[in-house]
């Protein structure tokens, strides 16, 4: 399974302001995958970013508020722009092992927006 | 639609005791089934899966058996420990195929296990 490391681990942000994550992993994967998990709440797939392309975003969530890079096939970046405090979630970055046909996730980013 | 519906929680039980937390689903085709763990303050963890009707996941104690029938995917263990409380997910991916397969997760189940 693959391995994969995301920073910050958690932050306290003032509203109005933007966040970036980091998502960071072992192995070359071709699909990454950026859920949200609001408090006490199960996760919603946020977009799937592919190397070279431009990101997917599920219905809800727009490019302007959630920017997502992909530079190579090890790494990964969401923004949380423009922030309020309905963002106040756990922001976690999965990757798929399309040979296993299974998904593993990071650590998770615990965001706080005040 | 794909969807995915668990028992309602919180679960609290004695060590020991026998677990079933509850899952169906809704899906076309023949969707892969899943269950994720999160122990406080961590990300998910892959528990167990199961690709195919008749499948049974088993991984630490826990196992899931697949029932086509019953579009049903129960999670259950025999002797639960404290260091099982979690949140547990139920999920799938709706089809085998090419490209980007994205997982729908049921609402999750807190469970907490007392000594």
């Known amino acids: 399974s693959a391995v994969i490391s995301q920073k910050p681990s958690r932050d306290i942000c003032q509203r109005g302001t933007s966040l970036t994550i980091q998502c960071q992993v072992d192995?070359?994967?071709?699909?990454m995958f950026w859920y949200r998990q609001q408090p006490g709440q199960s996760l919603t797939l946020i977009a799937t970013?592919?190397?070279?392309?431009?990101?997917?975003?599920e219905s809800g969530f727009v490019i302007d508020k959630f920017p997502i890079s992909r530079p190579n096939l090890t790494f990964s970046t969401l923004t949380v722009s423009n922030m309020s405090p309905e963002d106040s979630s756990i922001y976690l970055c999965?990757?798929?092992?399309?040979?296993?046909?299974?998904?593993?996730f990071g650590p998770g980013t615990r965001l706080t927006v005040t | 639609g794909n969807s995915v519906t668990q028992m309602e929680g919180p679960v609290t039980l004695s060590e020991e005791a026998f677990l079933t937390i509850n899952c169906t689903y809704t899906?076309?085709?023949?969707?892969?089934l899943f269950w994720y763990v999160q122990y406080p303050g961590e990300g998910l963890q892959l528990l167990l899966k199961?690709?195919?009707?008749?499948d049974k996941g088993s991984n630490k104690g826990f196992e899931a058996t697949y029932r086509k029938e019953t579009t049903s995917f129960h999670l259950e263990k025999g002797s639960v420990q404290v260091s099982d409380s979690a949140v547990y997910f139920c999920?799938?991916?709706?089809?085998?195929?090419?490209?980007?397969?994205?997982?729908?997760f049921g609402q999750g189940t807190r469970l907490t296990i007392n000594p």
């Open positions: 192995s070359q994967v071709t699909m």
């Open positions: 899906a076309t085709g023949y969707p892969s």
């Open positions: 999920a799938l991916i709706p089809t085998r195929a090419q490209g980007a397969q994205k997982l729908v």
């Open positions: 999965s990757v798929q092992d399309r040979v296993a046909y299974e998904q593993y």
């Open positions: 199961a690709t195919k009707a008749d």
């Open positions: 970013a592919n190397q070279g392309s431009e990101a997917t975003y």
